[in-house]
């Protein structure tokens, strides 16, 4: 019987964050640049891609994480949130304004690789190579109707298995369990933050998962439940506009807070300079 691992604090994360760059240093970047306080990955889609294909051949694990606008004031909050986060393997932006932020500081970020467009390039991967993919988050419908898509539109991956995202935290041993049972090659997580990032950061070498991808509400666009921004707004960083206009009521006032909380941090940010970043050299 495996023993569950005990609920991680953040001196506990920061020390296995250590430890899996030791032992995995062919899988991270060398340098990290820091944007608005929160350290990451200066890569592109195609170099992300090959680091899981590295992962994948070297049967080693690979844990993703994405930041947007709305992470990235939250994790200015929420210590444990943060240190999840930035003890990934790869810390990418997902965001427009993240890209923006960094150019007018420098070093700047190459480009946006979005949490989405990444599930479906390991969609694409799995397709090719076969993989066995498993499926985490969402309502049950929404769950659904993505392994339905998953396997229309990718007949070469194996979905492993799935659980919707709607479980408590007694039983998380339960649900890494049957992570670890489907013996898959990719876990994508579609739950909240910060439930998918403390998740995938406390189970992940219980599960044996090679890469670890939190996506978000990704599964919701790939199921047709919401749809995305045309790719003018994404350009314009609009992404976050397209959301309210859908959903008014819900959205309005936690963008109106979150937009704001960013833009006095950015402000900051560019006027203190890295300072502000734990961990910077």
């Known amino acids: 019987m495996d023993t569950p691992y005990a609920q991680p604090t953040g001196r506990t994360l920061a020390a296995s964050a250590e430890a899996r760059r030791a032992a995995r240093g062919s899988q991270r970047p060398k340098t990290r640049i820091c944007v608005c306080g929160v350290m990451m990955d200066p890569l592109t889609m195609p170099e992300v891609l090959e680091r899981v294909k590295t992962a994948l051949r070297e049967r080693a694990r690979l844990n993703i994480s994405v930041v947007n606008v709305a992470k990235l004031v939250n994790m200015r909050k929420d210590e444990m949130l943060c240190r999840s986060v930035t003890s990934g393997d790869l810390v990418l932006a997902d965001g427009m304004p993240l890209v923006w932020l960094s150019r007018l500081r420098g070093p700047a970020l190459p480009e946006r690789v979005t949490g ?7 969609f694409e991967l799995a397709d090719r190579e076969g993989l066995r993919v498993f499926l985490l988050g969402a309502t ?60 995938m950061r406390r189970w992940e070498a219980f599960m044996n998962v090679h890469v670890c991808h939190g996506v978000g509400g990704s599964f919701d666009v790939m199921a047709g439940k919401v749809r995305r921004a045309p790719m003018w707004m994404q350009r314009c960083g609009l992404e976050w506009l397209y959301r309210v206009v859908q959903e008014p009521r819900r959205l309005w006032r936690r963008y109106l807070v979150t937009n704001l909380s960013f833009a006095r941090l950015a402000l900051v940010w560019l006027i203190r300079g890295n300072r502000s970043c734990p961990g910077y050299p």
């Open 140 to 199: 049950q419908d929404v769950l659904d109707e993505v392994i339905a898509v998953a396997r229309r539109r990718y007949p070469g991956a194996c979905i492993a298995g799935a659980r919707n995202g709607y479980f408590t935290e007694r039983q998380d041993e339960e649900v890494a369990r049957q992570v670890r049972e489907a013996r898959a090659d990719v876990l994508l997580v579609a739950m909240s933050s910060p439930k998918k990032e403390l998740f």
């Open 116 to 122: 989405i467009d990444l599930m479906y390039r390991l």
